[in-house]
């Protein structure tokens, strides 16, 4: 039977525009407040936040308290960032959370708390909008486990999940080469190329409490031309990786409008 342990320190992972800090004070109090729920169970918290360009408020940086802070002078892309914040990261595990969210410190309490297989390398979770709790799309309803390049082989738009909501071993993601430089579903390329290095779970603890901006348009012009771009790109990705390996290719669902 395979060892199981629970995660010995998780690494929050934020990536910030510099004008788009309004929020981080609620997002350091969260982050306070599972860090205090978990120092009894002995696990750690580590925030990493990387503010990507020049123009931040240096006091609000500094009052919210990340542990690790970098400010990249010239704006790299989402990817970029947390690809560095990943890269500064000592946890065992990470986790991304943008800099607007939340994070449900019950729903977390109970995900980083929960013992591993060593062979699990992924842990993929619910959130919910914070204005008023309702589930957000691509909801787990049931727990599985995904047996290594399961995920891809069953690749579907809408995602199974929310692919930004996603706990993995920082060990996998370095490996990974963390997110993919792709300037939309960056996300899904990251989930399918950390699944190919091994099993993962889908639980339907709820981890993030995702921020609606007013007027938020998700969808915006030219979003669904990027998105055919973006999944040709995966899909090209993991069939060079799949062909190494001596198995059948896969092909990419079409896009969903969202």
């Not at 990027?226 to 990705?237: C, L, M, Q, S």
Request: overall charge negative; some cysteine; glycine content about 6%.
């Amino acid at each position: 039977m395979t060892a199981a342990a629970r995660p010995v320190r998780v690494s929050l992972l934020t990536a910030a525009h510099p004008r788009r800090t309004d929020f981080l004070h609620e997002t350091a109090e969260s982050i306070a407040a599972l860090r205090s729920r978990l120092t009894g169970c002995g696990v750690g918290v580590e925030w990493c936040l990387v503010v990507d360009g020049p123009g931040a408020d240096d006091a609000t940086v500094e009052k919210a308290g990340p542990d690790r802070v970098l400010a990249l002078p010239v704006a790299q892309g989402v990817s970029a960032a947390r690809n560095h914040a990943l890269a500064a990261s000592t946890g065992d595990w990470i986790f991304p959370l943008d800099a607007d969210d939340v994070l449900d410190v019950d729903g977390f309490e109970a995900v980083a708390t929960t013992p591993y297989p060593d062979e699990v390398v992924w842990v993929a979770t619910n959130r919910r909008w914070l204005d008023d709790l309702s589930r957000t799309p691509r909801w787990i309803d049931q727990p599985r486990r995904w047996q290594r390049h399961q995920l891809e082989e069953e690749w579907v738009s809408p995602f199974p999940f929310h692919p930004n909501n996603i706990m993995v071993r920082r060990s996998v993601a370095l490996a990974a080469f963390g997110w993919p430089g792709l300037g939309v579903n960056e996300d899904v390329g990251f989930c399918l190329n950390v699944a190919a290095s091994g099993p993962g779970l889908t639980l339907p603890a709820v981890t993030v409490l995702y921020r609606r901006w007013p007027g938020q348009t998700i969808v915006r012009t030219g979003y669904h031309d990027a998105k055919v771009h973006a999944f040709a790109t995966i899909e090209a990705a993991v069939n060079a990786r799949r062909e190494q390996a001596g198995m059948t290719p896969i092909s990419a669902p079409r896009p969903s409008p969202h």
